[in-house]
């Protein structure tokens, strides 16, 4: 079906091409960068990468359930493997659009589950070059989208769409996302700071089909200022395995299933 | 031989000599236009010092900058209120927007990051997200601001009337152009708020500046001072301009040089010209000799070449004394003070080579009537200032043993107070009491936990992950109170203040638990959970991704090289008394200081030694004779003992500008000595008087020169005590002392010296 989606997307495309708003675009990619299928399953591996070399390693199992559109209610939930002292520690989020998350963690050493406080999106996920926005998805009305021009980036025939905060809640001042016209996955993102400055890039590394739906398994977050780089590897990755809702609560954040957390 | 052949051929083609003299300057100034000058004074010591190394793997470890700047608001009725938080808020987001700042680590109330816990719910998040707006807000505010230990003394003072925005700079940006630009921003603001801003960075860069900025105003005012002193001297404008072009020349073939071997001027270098222009002085001699025998013989170019002959041989060796002192420098190990020692003794060849061609030559062109007019008063007989040194000198003649004695009791006292000198160099301390750089740093550091920065590093000689075991969390602690005990340390911090405050935090602000977790899990939890909301730096800047490494912050709350001294000692004691297989290293700005203060200013008295005794060398060398070399030693080790002697004293420190003195006062000190030993020994030779006679001859006569040598000296060197830094003041203090001392010693002292002791010293003459 996806597939049969595809090749009807591709050739709709010089017409689409012509047509297509820059909302539209960024629209598109959010849906096939934060909301592909029912739900999503993953085996994270993360390297935090000093400027010196040092790498600090984060190991996790991703679980996401969508609740309605592209857009709209998620709930994810993570089980940390790495590093070894943090293993059993889970991690689980409630996703809304236009309003703060709720976070809780399970904090194994003193069998505590606490609430965390969400106010800050644009802080580090986990010391990681990332922020909870880039592992979530950024609300699309935040910012204002323009496509400023189209261009051929490696492989790929991309949008770039410019979008700046309407708000300076960010740290940058504005965002430019090379976007694929046929999957919509943004195969490069630029940050500019507050001096219209260069400051971090994303990269796409690999894009992998799992299960139908292009997926980029291999990404990488550098940061130029502080020479601080976090590379992210999907090692396993599932779509529509019939997350129950259940999975979502405090019970299980203290004693995760074995099916779903390996 | 060959000497006198310049001389002559100078007197004989005085146009070729002049004209060849102002190409080869000429060629020198084509080098100019390339000049790089480099004003930082951390590039005294190479980036591939030890220290530098280290301090770039520290900094590389652990994400941290080599430089901060720290800007101080003090509200007299405290910060906490809507205006003051709001125009913190605007500040601090004007200084983000600075190119050169660091932005992603500025800390200040915006920006640095708190753990709370509020109603159940932690929150890992930045202190002021929002400028509270009523009292509800402001009293959560304050709470929150006191309630965390790691703000106490880092962002907020006790009294709650001064907070501190930290400001990292991004590798080689200029502290002084960034400070200017926050200052600019401060400016803007309205109210009864006062702004400081302080910080190595800030007092190194404007240092540098200003210091090159004092040199473009001050050379040349030093040498249109010593032109008038000159001219009043010996009344022909010619003649006064001829010396002067002497120093100036010898100045643009130096630096020429210098900058034509790619060398970048450097602070020390800097100072070269003004050296150059008192070395120089030294010409005065000849033109002192001149005077007098042109009254004499009143043929001019008899006159020159005779004089030449009389003063030719002390000018060589004052020369070669003075190359010879600073020349020792190129045997020292750090860079720039090889360049500056080099630059100085290729400057006193050149000032020498133009005294036996430029300046006979130029001697060609002055008219004879201005002469006759001129050396109308250089008769030793009638001449007042001969007569004056005529008295001077008798006094040490006459009353040697008193003469000596005194001197002895002078040295004794001298001695005393070298024996107090501190080595020391606090860069904010070259700056005047009431300057704003250093008013910044002391009002910051009166209120906050300090301004310079030291870094103790914890290494751990085992496994990974060490740092996270409660033992070594606890040691750390420990380690932190002991250290926090000296004084001048305002402000401790390191992983372990993140561990206690979310242990406390987690179990509902209990301040039972405001201690070390007892399992290495829950200490790995807890920073696990902190970097998960955390800037990535907050982390990053306590301890390394393998958590092999911690690194304790040390605020320090004066620029004292030798408070880190302290803080290192106090490592050593603490670790000795807790054995735990963690070593502890020095790092940051403030070790940096201790060590370029020991290795510039040691290689710097280190060269000092080396030149005294290179000089007694030459001495030697000079009056063939170890006794005679002994005797004229005896005035330049003297004036130095006084000297220091003083600033053991004063309790001034023996710093930077000092040290760079030293080897200025023996290559000058020493000149007077040569002289007047030299035609002393010249004058026994060619009259056949006794010995009290050419005592008081020597004194009028060559002695005159002496003299005029030393107030012109002094008087130029006397600008300097308006300068705005006090290096200079040092400096110019420094130099009008030596000058005047060293004059005197030559007068009265050698005399009395050669007195009582002629029975040795002319034993075999």
Request: charged content about 25%; some cysteine; hydrophobic content about 45%.
């Amino acid at each position: 079906m996806a597939r049969y989606l595809m090749v009807l997307l591709i050739m709709l495309l010089p017409i689409e091409a012509l047509a297509i708003s820059a909302e539209d675009v960024v629209k598109k990619s959010q849906a096939a960068f934060h909301y592909q299928g029912k739900d999503f399953k993953a085996r994270v591996v993360m390297k935090l990468i000093s400027k010196g070399g040092a790498e600090r390693v984060r190991e996790l199992t991703m679980l996401r359930k969508n609740y309605g559109e592209s857009g709209g209610d998620q709930k994810f939930f993570m089980y940390f493997f790495q590093p070894a002292d943090v293993k059993d520690m889970t991690f689980m989020v409630y996703k809304y659009p236009a309003k703060d998350d709720d976070r809780w963690l399970f904090v194994p050493a003193i069998n505590m589950v606490r609430r965390i406080a969400a106010q800050d999106k644009t802080s580090s996920f986990v010391g990681s070059d990332f922020t909870y926005e880039d592992v979530s998805g950024r609300d699309i009305e935040d910012d204002t989208h323009t496509i400023i021009k189209e261009e051929k980036l490696g492989e790929n025939d991309c949008y770039v769409i410019k979008s700046a905060p309407k708000r300076g809640d960010v740290d940058y001042s504005y965002k430019l996302s090379w976007i694929d016209k046929i999957h919509f996955l943004p195969i490069k993102e630029e940050y500019y700071d507050r001096k219209g400055e260069l400051y971090k890039v994303f990269t796409a590394d690999e894009i992998k089909d799992v299960k139908g739906f292009p997926t980029i398994t291999k990404r990488q977050m550098k940061n130029l200022q502080s020479g601080h780089t976090t590379e992210v590897a999907y090692i396993k990755s599932d779509y529509n395995i019939g997350i129950e809702d259940s999975l979502f609560s405090e019970r299980f954040l203290k004693q995760p299933l074995k099916k779903w957390i390996e | 031989m060959q000497k006198f052949s310049l001389v002559e051929f100078s007197v004989e083609h005085p146009k070729l000599i002049v004209v060849l003299s102002v190409i080869v300057t000429l060629i020198f100034m084509t080098q100019f236009p390339k000049m790089k000058t480099d004003t930082n004074p951390k590039n005294m010591l190479p980036a591939t010092s030890d220290v530098r190394v280290w301090n770039d793997e520290v900094d590389g470890a652990f994400g941290l900058y080599e430089d901060m700047i720290v800007v101080g608001v003090k509200n007299e009725s405290g910060i906490v209120n809507t205006d003051t938080l709001g125009k913190i808020k605007n500040i601090t987001d004007e200084i983000m927007k600075i190119k050169g700042v660091a932005s992603r680590d500025v800390n200040s109330f915006p920006t640095i990051t708190n753990v709370t816990a509020e109603k159940g719910t932690l929150r890992v998040a930045p202190l002021m997200t929002d400028v509270p707006k009523n009292e509800a807000e402001l009293k959560a505010f304050q709470k929150d601001l006191f309630d965390n230990p790691l703000f106490l003394n880092r962002i907020i003072s006790k009294d709650g009337k001064t907070t501190a925005i930290y400001v990292p700079l991004e590798k080689g940006s200029n502290g002084k152009e960034i400070a200017d630009k926050i200052r600019g921003i401060l400016k803007k603001e309205k109210g009864s708020e006062k702004y400081y801003v302080a910080g190595d960075p800030v007092s190194r860069d404007t240092f540098g500046a200003e210091m090159f900025k004092l040199m473009a105003v001050f050379a040349p005012i030093a040498g249109m001072v010593m032109l008038f002193v000159r001219y009043l001297m010996f009344k022909d404008l010619f003649l006064s301009v001829t010396l002067m072009m002497d120093a100036m020349m010898s100045i643009v073939w130096s630096m020429g040089l210098l900058i034509a071997l790619g060398f970048p001027i450097h602070i020390m270098s800097s100072m070269a010209p003004v050296f150059l222009m008192a070395i120089a002085t030294d010409s005065m001699h000849i033109f002192n000799e001149f005077y007098f025998r042109y009254k004499e013989k009143g043929n001019k170019k008899v006159a020159i070449i005779e004089t030449m002959q009389a003063v030719g041989r002390p000018v060589r060796y004052t020369a070669l004394a003075t190359a010879a002192a600073f020349g020792v420098l190129l045997f020292m190990s750090i860079i720039p003070v090889r360049v500056f020692g080099g630059l100085i003794a290729f400057g006193t060849v050149a000032l020498r080579i133009l005294s036996f061609s430029f300046i006979p030559a130029m001697f060609m062109f002055v008219k004879e009537s201005h002469l006759d007019r001129a050396s109308k008063g250089e008769d030793i007989t009638v001449g007042s200032g001969s007569k004056l040194l005529r008295t001077l000198a008798g006094a040490g003649t006459y009353k040697a043993g008193i003469t000596v004695a005194i001197g002895l009791i002078l040295f004794l006292i001298s001695v005393i107070g070298i024996s107090k000198i501190v080595v020391n160099n606090n860069m904010v301390e070259w700056f005047k009491e009431n300057n704003e750089v250093r008013v910044a740093d002391r009002e910051i550091n009166k209120a906050l936990g300090g301004t310079s920065l030291g870094y103790v590093v914890a290494i751990s000689e085992s496994d990974d992950e060490y740092i996270k075991n409660p033992e070594s969390m606890r040691y750390i602690e420990g380690l932190q109170r002991h250290i926090e005990k000296l004084p001048m340390v305002g402000k401790t911090f390191s992983v372990v203040d993140y561990v206690k405050r979310i242990n406390r935090v987690l179990h509902d602000d209990d301040p039972k638990y405001d201690v070390v977790p007892d399992t290495k899990e829950a200490v790995g939890q807890y920073l696990f959970l902190f970097s998960m909301s955390a800037k990535p730096s907050d982390l990053d800047n306590v301890v390394d991704p393998s958590f092999k490494k911690a690194n304790i912050w040390v605020q320090i709350k004066t620029w004292d090289a030798g408070a880190m001294k302290e803080v290192i000692n106090a490592a050593d004691e603490y670790k000795k008394n807790n054995p735990l297989p963690l070593n502890l290293k020095p790092a940051g700005i403030a070790y940096f200081n201790l060590i370029w203060n020991h290795e510039v200013l040691w290689d710097m008295v280190k060269g000092f030694v080396f030149a005294l005794i290179v000089v007694f060398v030459i001495l030697v060398f000079n009056f063939r004779s170890f006794k005679w070399a002994i005797v004229s030693y005896v005035p330049l080790v003297f004036t130095i003992l006084l000297i220091y002697g003083v600033i053991g004293f004063s309790g001034k420190r023996f710093d930077m500008p000092i040290s760079v003195l030293s080897c200025l006062s023996l290559g000058m000190a020493v000149d007077f000595a040569i002289h007047f030993v030299s035609r002393l020994k010249q004058r026994l030779a060619e009259s056949k008087g006794s010995l009290t006679d050419a005592l008081l001859w020597t004194a009028a006569r060559p002695g005159k020169g002496i003299m005029r040598n030393a107030i012109l000296f002094a008087s130029a060197f006397s600008v300097m005590l308006f300068a705005p830094l006090t290096p200079y003041i040092t400096v110019g203090a420094f130099i009008v002392s030596m000058m005047l001392l060293s004059a005197l010693m030559t007068i009265i002292y050698l005399p009395a010296l050669i007195v009582l002791m002629r029975e040795w010293l002319f034993k075999k003459v």
